[in-house]
């Protein structure tokens, strides 16, 4: 037996200090595991959150974008192009995310492989980082274009007559008029929408793509130190929602500018 | 009379409805579930019939349980954050911030994972009654959902809870009922009827979550459908069956919660 034996491995044997001993020793282990080279796996985790954001930042995106044709045609679209819209919101909000994120993952790599290939392309291997913002984005379109539509309708109906007397094109309507009118009352729902855009990101480990939530699973696979991983992984989503809510904050006041705050309208 | 006036009704709500163009979207719609049915593979169906049937059922039983117990964890949560003092509000509040903020998955990883590695290093947790449940997912699984259903719906009571006007409050006590039953009688039911329709979308949100549970090794109805994936090497058509089945497992809850709230009086405050 070494005559120098680490404290913690000498107290584990007897039970009375064993909690005191394993606190200690992770303690000392966490700062060690958790730091940012390479030895440690923090740096793997910043990696996987910034992946993460990348992913965020591109499905709320495509999802405005969708939401924002998504809502003009289901208030102003045929018939057709209504009920067809209604189909996509309706369907994208039953199905658990997790199964969309497969369905359309393996259906959209599929249609274009098989696009490709018809066309006498190569195959091509679709990136993940591409794939997990077209797949999130698909299903924040339709929440986006529930959100989009109702700010629409909350916009007083005279400021659109007014700009169509003015005989602005429906494009300039769109920008000058439409966007910035609705946007207050966009804000909270595209808000809230964002900070389901961080959380869903987490969906897409089980599919393989490589984020925070999966970089965290690998360093605690390796490391076998569950606890600390998960829980730090926790800690920086946290951060992430924290600091959204206030620059949420700092836009909610910009959008609203110039209207009366909510506190004396009630 | 009254009847047959409810019949002209219905069916002119009908032929509202069935426009031409709809008629021709359920044709293309019918079409593409036939070309399914026929062209694509079902002859798993009859293997893996019970199976997915019972991991419906777990399903829909993890998805009640945590449901109740979340919302019953979040009537305090509400409560506190309501009315209480700081030293309740705030617990409350950074309970509600903390499960809001973060994945569910990451809580369930973290619960499942984490805490179930660190509990086999301490012998009188080995030893106790509890042990022979704490091997098992599903107590950790119903738990992260039950603290998430908790966490929402705790912010939603909040706002239900301070929405009861103060003159039903102080009507009751006027009545002469104790705090206790103003609360029981009052205030909780009038609470529960303004949650109601917010109800409806957090259950529907929390039946999405639940295949989250198959990542820790619980077999509900997402974990079968995996399991036939990997069994048959078929891409499509469990997803798409496990799709409908959501969906259909979707509609009766909303159908259903729109029943319940039909009933409730629906002039309050």
Excluded at chain 1, 95 to 118: C, M, R, S, W
Excluded at chain 1, 162 to 189: C, D, K
Aim: aromatic share 12%.
């Amino acid at each position: 037996m070494p005559p120098t034996q680490p404290s913690a491995v000498r107290a584990s044997t007897s039970g009375a200090t064993l909690i005191d001993a394993l606190l200690s020793a992770s303690a000392a282990g966490i700062i060690e595991l958790l730091s940012p080279n390479p030895p440690g796996w923090g740096g793997t985790l910043l990696v996987g959150l910034l992946h993460s954001i990348e992913i965020a930042l591109g499905a709320t995106c495509l999802g405005l974008l969708i939401g924002t044709g998504g809502a003009y045609g289901k208030l102003y679209g045929g018939p057709v192009v209504r009920d067809l819209l209604a189909v996509y919101t309706t369907i994208v909000r039953a199905v658990p995310e997790l199964v969309l994120i497969l369905l359309l993952y393996y259906a959209g790599t599929d249609l274009i492989n098989q696009a490709l290939t018809a066309m006498g392309y190569q195959r091509v291997d679709i990136s993940g980082l591409a794939a997990g913002i077209a797949v999130l984005g698909f299903v924040q379109g339709a929440y986006s274009t529930e959100v989009i539509r109702g700010a629409i309708l909350a916009i007083p109906q005279g400021q659109i007559e007014a700009a169509r007397a003015y005989g602005m094109s429906p494009g300039l309507l769109l920008r000058r008029i439409t966007l910035p009118a609705m946007l207050p009352f966009a804000i909270p729902g595209l808000a809230n929408l964002w900070l389901i855009a961080t959380k869903d990101t987490a969906l897409l480990a089980v599919v393989g793509f490589y984020e925070l939530a999966l970089a965290t699973r690998q360093a605690a696979g390796v490391t076998k130190a569950y606890f600390t991983f998960f829980f730090a992984a926790g800690v920086l989503y946290l951060l992430l929602s924290l600091f959204s809510n206030l620059i949420i904050g700092r836009v909610e006041a910009w959008s609203r500018r110039g209207m009366p705050s909510l506190k004396e309208a009630r | 009379m009254a009847n047959e006036a409810a019949i002209i009704n219905a069916v002119a709500r009908t032929s509202l409805w069935l426009q031409p163009h709809r008629i021709v979207l359920i044709l293309i719609a019918l079409g593409l579930v036939l070309s399914a049915a026929f062209f694509m593979r079902w002859d798993w169906l009859p293997q893996y019939y019970e199976m997915g049937l019972i991991g419906i059922w777990r399903s829909l039983w993890i998805l009640a349980v945590t449901c109740v117990l979340g919302f019953l964890l979040a009537v305090p949560l509400g409560l506190a954050q309501a009315t209480g003092s700081f030293w309740f509000a705030a617990p409350a509040k950074v309970f509600c911030t903390v499960i809001r903020g973060t994945p569910l998955l990451i809580q369930l990883w973290l619960l499942y994972y984490g805490l179930g590695s660190l509990f086999p290093q301490y012998p009188w947790i080995r030893e106790s009654w509890m042990w022979p449940y704490l091997r098992q997912a599903w107590p950790y699984g119903v738990l992260a959902l039950t603290l998430s259903f908790a966490g929402y719906e705790g912010e939603v009571m909040r706002g239900a809870f301070a929405g009861v006007p103060k003159g039903q409050l102080e009507a009751a006590r006027a009545f002469g009922m104790s705090r206790w039953k103003t609360f029981r009688r009052i205030w909780l039911p009038q609470a529960i009827y303004r949650a109601l329709p917010t109800l409806t979308g957090e259950t529907v949100l929390q039946l999405k979550s639940t295949p989250l549970v198959a990542t820790i090794s619980v077999i509900d109805i997402f974990a079968v459908s995996s399991k036939v994936r990997q069994d048959t090497y078929l891409t499509y058509e469990p997803l798409l069956l496990l799709a409908l089945i959501y969906m259909t497992i979707t509609g009766i809850l909303v159908f259903a919660f729109s029943r319940i709230e039909a009933r409730i009086p629906n002039k309050i405050g």
